[in-house]
């Protein structure tokens, strides 16, 4: 059993940065891999970034590798993505997802999904 709360998001111009956190509790925490999800207005929602467990194995959806960086905190039980160099298709909500153990490309394996927060990114 995992809760789920992201914070970070908000109105930023193209190339500037954020860092989205998401804040967990539960007392299986450090068995859950954790993912970062998005979905802008009228379309479907897509991956985004995955860490295992362990943190030592990240993953990253082609449109945001090089710009976006996931990593965990297990002690602090939160995981964070760090957005740089944003561009106006970046806008959408984030949301944050745990399963256990192994982490997956497909949302439709998450049991746990965060509230989402808003980012917008203006030209």
């Known amino acids: 059993q995992v809760q789920l709360v992201e914070s970070g998001g908000g109105l930023v111009q193209a190339g500037g940065s954020l860092r989205l956190s998401c804040a967990a509790s539960?007392?299986?925490?450090?068995?859950?891999?954790m993912g970062w999800f998005r979905q802008a207005p009228g379309k479907a929602r897509e991956f985004v970034a995955g860490?295992?467990?362990?943190?030592?194995?990240?993953d990253y959806a082609d449109s945001v590798k090089g710009r976006f960086t996931i990593s965990r905190v297990n002690a602090k039980n939160t995981v964070y993505l760090q957005l740089n160099s944003l561009k106006p298709e970046d806008t959408a909500v984030y949301y944050c997802?745990?399963?256990?153990?192994?982490?997956?490309?497909?949302?439709?394996?998450?049991?746990?999904w965060g509230q989402g927060t808003q980012v917008t990114v203006y030209s």
């Open positions: 539960g007392r299986t925490f450090n068995s859950h891999a």
């Open positions: 997802a745990a399963r256990l153990w192994d982490y997956s490309r497909n949302g439709e394996l998450y049991a746990y």
């Open positions: 860490i295992s467990w362990s943190g030592s194995s990240t």
